[in-house]
Nanobody, 120 residues
Framework: QVQLVESGGGLVQAGGSLRLSCAAS????????MGWYRQGPGKQRELVAT???????NYADSVKGRFTISRDNGKNMVYLQMNGLKPEDTAVYYC??????????????WGRGTLVTVSS
């Protein structure tokens, strides 16, 4: 089995910062694209940012210039540095990864999510 575990969510005032972390564990051969998605109250899940194994990044327009995604391939971890947070960033943030496993081949894996609440 492969697991993604997020951490770093919490309550922050508007304009503040948070850093989310996500660790992939299990019988992993390699990790391809990793990313962060979010689902706000009453909204559908949406892409926040993705990063390839080579470091190419992609961001939603709503977070460009405020959020930075990065990864540590040696540790199978991905991070999301969130600055200039706004109340509309309030959501459950989910980690996602495309993982090549040692046993069952390629898997799309999701974490359970971490709640980010931004107060005005």
């Amino acid at each position: 089995q492969v697991q993604l575990v997020e951490s770093g969510g919490g309550l922050v005032q508007a304009g503040g910062s948070l850093r989310l972390s996500c660790a992939a564990s299990g019988r992993i051969f390699s990790v391809n694209d990793m990313g962060w998605y979010r689902q706000g109250p009453g909204k559908q899940r949406e892409l926040v940012a993705t990063i390839t194994s080579g470091g190419t990044t992609n961001y939603a327009d709503s977070v460009k210039g405020r959020f930075t995604i990065s990864r540590d391939n040696g540790k199978n971890m991905v991070y999301l540095q969130m600055n200039g947070l706004k109340p509309e960033d309030t959501a459950v943030y989910y980690c996602h990864a495309g993982v090549q496993t040692a046993i069952v081949g390629y898997l799309e894996v999701w974490g359970r999510g971490t709640l980010v609440t931004v107060s005005s």
